[in-house]
C-alpha cells in the first residue's frame, strides 16, 4: 500500500498526526527532497529505507514504490504541502492504477495557509475578496489558455502564485494587464512556518524589485490583493444584529449594532453558514 501524504509546509510539527504515524510506521519513505523538511524523517523507525525524489524521474519513483510493494512493505509517498497541489501526484496514481497497486492520501497544510499565518492575513475577507485564486505564472511550465494570470487578476479577487518567484517582472506585467493597480498590497513569503522564514510586503508594482533586493528566487509564495489592506467590511457571522441558525439577534445587541454601524438591522439569510 502507497501511503501520499502531505508533509505540511515546513515547521516539522505541522505535519498532520496520521501524516506522522504513517511516517512512524513506513518501511519505505520516498520524500520531495528539495521542499520537505527533513527533520520529518526523524519520525521515521531506524530500520526505514529513505529515498530522494529531487533526482528520480517518475518511472524510477513508482519503480522503487512496485519494489517495496513487492516485499509487503509499505511506503509513505512523502509531498511538501498538499499534495493535491502542484505535487504531481496524479500521474503517480494513475501508473499504481496501472500496476494494481492500491493507494490513499493523507492531505497536509499547504504553504498556501503557512502563508496566509505568517502574514496574520485572512485570504476571504467581507467587503474585500470572496475568492482566492490559487495559480502560477507561466514559465517553462505553460499555463492552459483561459488561465493566463492577467485574466485571472481581473477578479480582482486575492491572488496566490506558486512556482512563481523567479518570474516576477512578467508577474507584474500580466498583473497590470489585468488592471491590478500598482499600489495593490502584495507581499513574498519565503520558507513559510520554516525556522528561516522571511516575509516582505510590498505591492503589485514592487514584487521583483522585492524579491531581488532579498535574494529570494525559490520557495516562496506570492500573494496579491486587498486582503492585506487595512479596509474590510466585519463579518455579518458573528454581527450582533445579524440572526443565524446557531443564534438570535437579540434586541439590546441589536440596537448596539444599529449605533455601531449606522444602519438597519441586518437580515437573516439562510445561505450564510458558520464555518
Ligand atoms: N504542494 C505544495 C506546493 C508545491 S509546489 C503546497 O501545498 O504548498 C512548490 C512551490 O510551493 C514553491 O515553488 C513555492 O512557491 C511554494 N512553497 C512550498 N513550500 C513553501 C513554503 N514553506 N513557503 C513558501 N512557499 C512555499
Request: hydrophobic share 40%; proline share 4%; with cysteine.
Amino acid at each position: 500500500m502507497i501511503r501520499f501524504v502531505g508533509a505540511g509546509p515546513g515547521a516539522v510539527d505541522l505535519v498532520t498526526v496520521r501524516g506522522a504515524r504513517l511516517l512512524a510506521q513506513a518501511d519505505l519513505v520516498i520524500y520531495a527532497g528539495s521542499l520537505v523538511n527533513p527533520e520529518l524523517l526523524e519520525l521515521t523507525s531506524p530500520t526505514c529505507s529513505i529515498m530522494d525524489s529531487a533526482s528520480m524521474t517518475l518511472e524510477e519513483v513508482v519503480g522503487a514504490m512496485e519494489d517495496a510493494e513487492a516485499k509487503g512493505w509499505s511506503t509513505v509517498r512523502l509531498h511538501t504541502g498538499d499534495p493535491a497541489l502542484y505535487g504531481a501526484i496524479r500521474e503517480q496514481m494513475d501508473e499504481l492504477d496501472r500496476r494494481g497497486i492500491s493507494y490513499d492520501v493523507t492531505p497536509g497544510v499547504s504553504s498556501l495557509f503557512g502563508a496566509a499565518a505568517a502574514l496574520g492575513a485572512e485570504f476571504t475577507l467581507p467587503g474585500v475578496s470572496q475568492s482566492l485564486v490559487v495559480t502560477r505564472a507561466e514559465g517553462r511550465t505553460p499555463v492552459p489558455a483561459g488561465e493566463s494570470l492577467a485574466s485571472m487578476a481581473k477578479h480582482g479577487c486575492t491572488l496566490a502564485l506558486f512556482l512563481s518567484t523567479g518570474l516576477l517582472s512578467k508577474v507584474e506585467a500580466d498583473l497590470k494587464e489585468g488592471g491590478v493597480d500598482a499600489s495593490t498590497p502584495a507581499a513574498i513569503v519565503y520558507k513559510a512556518t520554516w525556522p528561516d522564514q522571511r516575509v516582505f510586503r510590498c505591492t503589485a508594482g514592487t514584487l521583483a524589485k522585492t524579491a531581488r533586493d532579498a535574494g529570494i528566487s525559490k520557495t516562496a509564495l506570492v500573494l496579491v490583493g486587498r486582503f492585506l489592506g487595512s479596509e474590510y467590511d466585519r463579518s455579518l457571522l458573528y454581527h450582533p444584529g445579524f440572526s443565524h441558525g446557531f443564534r438570535l439577534a437579540g434586541e439590546g445587541s441589536r440596537a448596539a449594532s444599529d449605533q455601531a454601524s449606522g444602519s438597519a438591522a441586518l437580515r437573516h439569510t439562510p445561505e450564510m453558514g458558520a464555518s
